[in-house]
């Protein structure tokens, strides 16, 4: 009796046992499942936002990767309306798939989300277009695609050329207007001695090039030769015009100053990135607004056939003035004018005359060679910023016989030494102001991508390059998360 009551008693104290540590073991799964569920939800809401995100910048702008291998995120999705609310749709689509049960019919009736997270809210709170910093934000990333391409060797040779160009005045110095004065001159002393009665059988000899300079370099050079673009820009659609009347969108987020040597380098990689991915009179770019847009960036005006002769007109104040130099420091060539000028003037009983006249003769020489020159280029030759006695072509003898050009027979000939055509643009592109370049860079972006099916509304200042979003997420568990993401297309 009393081992029985013992084992009834035994199997009482098992039972209160075992009602605790199953009411143990049942909290601690249930705390285990609990952990699992706050940890797994946190898991998922990362991943999610992680892919959400990952999926708002895989929609960059396909055309502008393609035509300038720049990445920006357009908020306007090829519509006429651009807002950072497109943005916002899109990536709020993207968490909600994300986040969505799906458990088929049956796991649906029988199962319930484990985690149950949704969407609050998902807000961009800050952004960087590409028109930001009045284009400072479109450099970094030009300079960004470039960036692999730094040749430190082109930087030192244009630097070096651009030394040369600026200590030698070569691009202050008017050559037409030098000349021009010394004509006017010349012909004054001509004609003080006729009013004194004197005969004069004298005619400048470099007068009919004048004729040429009036008619233009771009007529002389392409004649009917070339059939030049008939392409213009509409400006005041484009961003520097919207950026003038305050017409454009701004971002909210900083740029990191920089030295002076890394501006000195990143204005180098700009200019070879306009250089790249932009078409010049040589070598022009198919389906683009302009033909001669790196002559748009020099010149600014609406039309191809503008910014070509202002390009062109540039350069030909480069090569006069440095042949000039050249006639003026060779003593061979001072020599042979000197002498060409006092016989002209000895045989008419003139022979005071001869100084003006040798400058006169200098000029209409230096400008013979020009002309060689300004066609060597637009044929594809090379021509060396200074001039030697080997790099010379233009003869004196030619400009007495009214000889000038270069002779077609020879084309096979080009010289290959010293600077072509895209050369001097590039040393020419260092002389415009920096804030100008980048906007008329801007305009023909805008211009190019336009043209591009489907993207007749695209503005710079609706692409960004930077995005800052708050996504608040809860479940119906009462947790809740808080996430920040900030993503960039810049290095």
């Given at each position: ?164 160009l600026q200590v030698n005045g070569l691009d202050k110095r008017n050559i037409e207007a030098e000349k021009a004065q010394a004509d ?57 015009a919207r950026l003038e009347r305050g017409d454009v969108q701004r971002g909210n987020r900083r740029l990191r100053e920089q030295s ?232």
């Amino acid at each position: 009796m009393c081992e029985r009551n013992m084992q009834r008693r035994m199997s009482g104290y098992l039972s209160v046992f075992m009602a605790l540590v199953l009411t143990l073991l049942t909290g601690f799964c249930l705390g285990l499942i609990e952990g699992v569920r706050k940890n797994g939800m946190a898991l998922e809401s990362e991943c999610a936002v992680e892919a959400a995100w990952n999926g708002v910048f895989a929609e960059y702008h396909r055309g502008l990767v393609g035509r300038y291998n720049l990445f920006a995120l357009d908020d306007s999705y090829g519509t006429s309306y651009g807002s950072v609310s497109n943005i916002e749709r899109h990536l709020t689509g993207y968490l909600d798939r994300n986040l969505q049960f799906y458990g088929g019919f049956w796991n649906n009736l029988f199962y319930k989300d484990f985690q149950g997270i949704r969407l609050r809210k998902a807000e961009i709170q800050s952004g960087l277009l590409l028109s930001d910093h009045d284009g400072a934000v479109f450099r970094c990333a030009a300079v960004g695609a470039q960036k692999d391409k730094l040749n430190l060797t082109l930087l030192e040779k244009t630097l070096f050329q651009l030394e040369q160009l600026q200590v030698n005045g070569l691009d202050k110095r008017n050559i037409e207007a030098e000349k021009a004065q010394a004509d006017y001159r010349l012909q004054q002393e001509l004609d003080i001695l006729e009013q004194g009665g004197e005969v004069v059988d004298f005619q400048n000899p470099t007068i009919f090039m004048e004729e040429i300079r009036k008619k233009g370099i771009l007529s002389w050079v392409t004649g009917d030769k070339v059939a030049l673009s008939p392409k213009a820009l509409r400006r005041e659609e484009l961003f520097a015009a919207r950026l003038e009347r305050g017409d454009v969108q701004r971002g909210n987020r900083r740029l990191r100053e920089q030295s002076g040597l890394e501006q000195m380098v990143e204005r180098f990689l700009f200019q070879e990135y306009l250089l790249t991915y932009m078409g010049n009179f040589i070598e022009p770019m198919e389906n683009s607004a302009l033909d001669y847009e790196i002559e748009y960036l020099l010149v600014g005006e609406d039309r191809d056939v503008e910014n070509l002769h202002g390009a062109f007109s540039k350069i030909c104040g480069i090569r006069e003035a440095a042949n000039v130099m050249y006639l003026l420091t060779d003593e061979d060539s001072s020599k042979k004018t000197e002498l060409i000028a006092t016989v002209l003037m000895t045989l008419i009983g003139q022979p005071q005359l001869a100084v003006p006249v040798q400058f006169v003769l200098t000029l209409g020489w230096a400008f013979g060679e020009t002309l060689y020159d300004m066609e060597c280029l637009a044929a594809g030759g090379a021509v060396p910023l200074l001039k030697t006695e080997e790099t010379w072509h233009y003869s004196l003898e030619n400009l007495l016989k009214g000889l000038v050009g270069r002779d077609e027979e020879k084309q096979e000939q080009l010289s290959r030494e010293g600077m072509y055509y895209r050369d001097y643009l590039r040393v020419l592109l260092f002389l415009v102001d920096l804030d100008v370049l980048t906007l008329r860079s801007m305009d023909l972006v805008e211009a190019d991508i336009r043209l591009l099916p489907g993207n007749s509304n695209f503005c710079l200042d609706h692409c960004y390059v930077e995005l800052e979003a708050d996504i608040s997420l809860e479940s119906d568990y009462g947790y809740s998360y808080e996430i920040r993401r900030l993503g960039t297309y810049q290095e």
